[in-house]
Antibody, heavy 116, light 112 residues
Framework: EVQLVESGGGLVQPGGSLRLSCAASGFTFSTYWMTWVRQAPGKGLECVANIKQDGSEKYYVDSVKGRFTISRDNAKNSLYLQMNSLRAEDTAVYYC?????????WGQGTMVTVSS | DVVMTQSPLSLPVTLGQPASISCRSSQSLVYSDGNTYLNWFQQRPGQSPRRLIYMVSNRDSGVPDRFTGSGSGTDFTLKISRVEAEDVGVYYCMQGTRWPWTFGQGTKVEIK
């Protein structure tokens, strides 16, 4: 069974940093693109970043370019999102998802709140 | 960015009756490989999104056959043949053809 478990969310002040993790199991992690998707409270869904199987290609939505960094450790079956210079508008539940164009499986999400 | 527009945004339905959600994209979703990366997701209250349909019309494993996806180019539809209580939630279309992938605003399905 495919499982994706996010962690690392919490309350952070504007301008602060946070690192999210996603632990994958139940599939061969190293053979899939992976994606981070976020959902602001009561709002819709937004794809934030994705990363190729070997980490050689990474893509970001414009609103996070230069502030967020996606990475992965295939030996640890883990996906990461380093978030710097956080803003109030980054407040959201962050989900990791398997694949990129079709997002076949999602984790339960981790909440990030940016507030003073 | 490709804009995805869903309608209606709210859909009250009587149990056992059909429901239909429209999704239109601002650009063709046909990719250079010939595939159309249009997906449908269901988000039940308090849960993560779950994929129902991928590449326009392919139903995911475990998804009831009352869910059907169709369409082409820029115009797509998700149909529920007979709505059941467990279908309550928000439905999103999403395009995976041009980065950044974008979602529709969501359609809230509720029981009348």
């Amino acid at each position: 069974e495919v499982q994706l478990v996010e962690s690392g969310g919490g309350l952070v002040q504007p301008g602060g940093s946070l690192r999210l993790s996603c632990a994958a199991s139940g599939f061969t992690f190293s053979t899939y693109w992976m994606t981070w998707v976020r959902q602001a409270p009561g709002k819709g869904l937004e794809c934030v970043a994705n990363i190729k199987q070997d980490g050689s290609e990474k893509y970001y939505v414009d609103s996070v370019k230069g502030r967020f960094t996606i990475s992965r450790d295939n030996a640890k079956n883990s996906l990461y999102l380093q978030m710097n210079s956080l803003r109030a508008e980054d407040t959201a539940v962050y989900y990791c998802a398997r694949e990129t164009r079709a997002l076949s499986h999602w984790g339960q999400g981790t909440m990030v709140t940016v507030s003073s | 960015d490709v804009v995805m527009t869903q309608s209606p945004l709210s859909l009250p339905v009587t149990l056992g009756q059909p429901a239909s959600i429209s999704c239109r994209s601002s650009q063709s979703l046909v990719y250079s490989d010939g595939n159309t990366y249009l997906n449908w997701f269901q988000q039940r209250p308090g849960q993560s999104p779950r994929r129902l349909i991928y590449m326009v019309s392919n139903r995911d494993s475990g998804v009831p056959d009352r869910f059907t996806g169709s369409g082409s180019g820029t115009d797509f539809t998700l149909k529920i043949s007979r709505v059941e209580a467990e279908d309550v939630g928000v439905y999103y279309c999403m395009q995976g053809t041009r980065w950044p992938w974008t979602f529709g605003q969501g359609t809230k399905v509720e029981i009348k």
